[in-house]
């Protein structure tokens, strides 16, 4: 199981320029989501998705598009990529754990740093 | 609004030096609090999940508490090898996907 992997692990944009981060996971988790990390702030959730097909905002998701075709991958566009981008990107996938109290348990991959000059 | 904390930002101990780390958060509707290690340059390792006052889980040298305002994380007798940035995020709200992450703490044991 190589659980969630991410692609690229790096990447430089100019201002203006587009791209795509892949996001896969092995683990047929229904839900999916993409965060970013900026320094001493928390994660913050940008896009999430219930299932394939589904997508929905998260907290911060202006300037992002986000695809889900296939189960096991989510997709995170950036149109047009703005210096105000420049963070680590994580993507993380979870099932649903039922009972008294159901929640997700998040499993992350290993992050993209993208950098917007 | 809903909101996680995380004392202190940064702690620094020597090995064996059992500590503690807080998360104390504000949410409407807990459904379940999650701790992660984070090693410089990797993506959260998932650690545990509390979802009820008074629960406990223990993991090696580590062991996780919650009450209605916060959650610890007790650290008993930790190595170098402990030292990661430790986040605290809770999942609120009656249904949805409402994840709110703690800052973390930067957890240092020196040899």
């Known amino acids: 199981n190589a659980g969630v992997t991410q692609t690229p692990k790096f990447r430089v944009l100019k201002t203006g320029q587009s791209m795509t981060l892949l996001c896969a996971q092995d683990?047929?988790?229904?839900?999916m989501y993409w965060y970013r990390q900026d320094p001493g702030m928390g994660l913050r959730l940008i896009h999430y998705?219930?299932?394939?097909?589904?997508?929905a905002k998260g907290e911060v998701p202006d300037g992002y598009n986000v695809s889900r075709l296939k189960k096991q991958n989510f997709l995170l566009g950036l149109e047009s990529a703005a210096p105000s981008q420049t963070s680590v990107y994580f993507c993380a996938s979870s099932y649903l754990r039922g009972g008294v109290s159901s929640y997700n348990e998040q499993f992350f991959g290993p992050g993209t740093r993208l950098t917007v000059l | 609004e809903d909101q996680v904390t995380q004392s202190p930002e940064a702690l620094r101990l020597q090995e064996g030096e059992s500590s503690s780390l807080n998360c104390s958060y504000t949410?409407?509707?807990?459904?379940?609090l999650f701790w992660y290690r984070q090693d410089p340059g990797k993506g959260p390792e998932f650690l545990f999940t509390?979802?009820?006052a008074g629960e406990e889980k223990e993991k090696e040298r580590l062991k996780a508490t919650l009450t209605k305002k916060e959650s610890f994380l007790h650290i008993t007798a930790p190595k170098p090898e402990d030292s990661a940035t430790y986040l605290c995020a809770v999942q609120a709200g009656s249904y949805g996907q409402n994840f709110v992450f703690g800052p973390g703490t930067r957890l240092s044991v020196l040899p």
């Open positions: 998705s219930v299932g394939e097909g589904t997508t």
């Open positions: 683990m047929n988790h229904e839900y």
């Open positions: 509390l979802y009820s």
């Open positions: 949410v409407s509707g807990l459904r379940g």
